[in-house]
């Protein structure tokens, strides 16, 4: 697990112990909806990929989209759903087999059939060619 994602862990988990210290002095249910939200609102990263990606993002100016949101029956890496525009970014942990590339191509083609365009990069490409993957979500 990535230093990212155990750093959203801890701040979960953080919330969650905050919710109970301030039982009686402020409104515990808010606190804890806020975690609650953290989780549900689709800004969820789950790897130091997808971190290394938003910063990416932030650096470039470019909007944060929506990380690790379901659309179509799929689990998408990242999407803008003003630009119907869908990012997957492709380790190749995950994506390096026969069964994964064929995956992702259905995947491809269910989501241009609801009219989003995806995007794939790899973690070479987050991490050494941001300028190059910047102009390509611009």
């Not at 997808?50 to 949101?69: G, K, Q, S, V, Y």
């Not at 995007?119 to 910047?134: D, E, G, I, K």
Request: glycine share 8%; aromatic share 8%; charged share 30%.
């Amino acid at each position: 697990m990535g230093a990212y994602v155990q750093e959203e862990r801890r701040l979960d988990r953080r919330i969650a112990g905050l919710a109970d210290q301030c039982y009686g002095v402020v409104d515990v249910d808010q606190l804890r909806a806020l975690g609650a939200t953290r989780r549900q609102i689709g800004d969820r990263i789950d790897s130091d990929f997808e971190a290394a990606f938003l910063d990416l993002c932030d650096r470039h100016e470019i909007p944060r989209p929506h990380m690790n949101t379901m659309l179509h029956g799929y689990l998408v890496d990242a999407i803008w759903p003003g630009r119907k525009l869908v990012v997957e970014l492709d380790g190749w942990r995950f994506h390096g087999t026969r069964a994964a590339f064929e995956r992702d191509k259905e995947r491809d083609a269910e989501l241009h059939a609801h009219g989003l365009t995806t995007l794939r990069f790899t973690y070479r490409q987050v991490t050494t060619r941001a300028r190059w993957l910047a102009t390509k979500l611009a």
